[in-house]
Nanobody, 120 residues
């Protein structure tokens, strides 16, 4: 499964950005979709996740500011980021987990990362 992420960029503190990540490839089903981020010198951290049923979870640092959503028909996950802060600056990665029903095996795929920079 290939993932194509886009939507990053440079924004001022308090601004907004919307990331998207589309999954494509052979016949598959998606269980859960996630956004992670990694700032320079720091470990990659989970930002938000959403299950196939729409249940969401967020890191405490982004609750109330970020919203994760998905379009199952398009196999796409979004991350709406509002009230951005300089500490949100990082490379953001999408992660999709699912399975190939015909093959009876699972997959765990990562996107290439998209840079988000928030200036103060």
């Amino acid at each position: 499964v290939q993932l194509q992420a886009c939507g990053g960029g440079l924004v001022q503190s308090g601004g907004s950005l919307r990331l998207s990540c589309a999954a494509s490839g052979s016949i598959f089903s998606i269980n859960a979709m996630f956004w992670y981020r990694q700032a320079p010198g720091k470990q990659r951290e989970l930002v938000a996740g959403i299950t196939s049923g729409g249940t969401t979870n967020y890191a405490d640092s982004v609750k109330g500011r970020f919203t994760i959503s998905r379009d199952n028909a398009k196999n796409t996950v979004y991350l709406q980021m509002n009230s951005l802060k300089p500490e949100d600056t990082a490379v953001y990665y999408c992660n999709v987990r699912g399975q190939f029903p015909a093959l009876g095996r699972t997959f765990d795929s990562w996107g290439q990362g998209t840079q988000v920079t928030v200036s103060s």
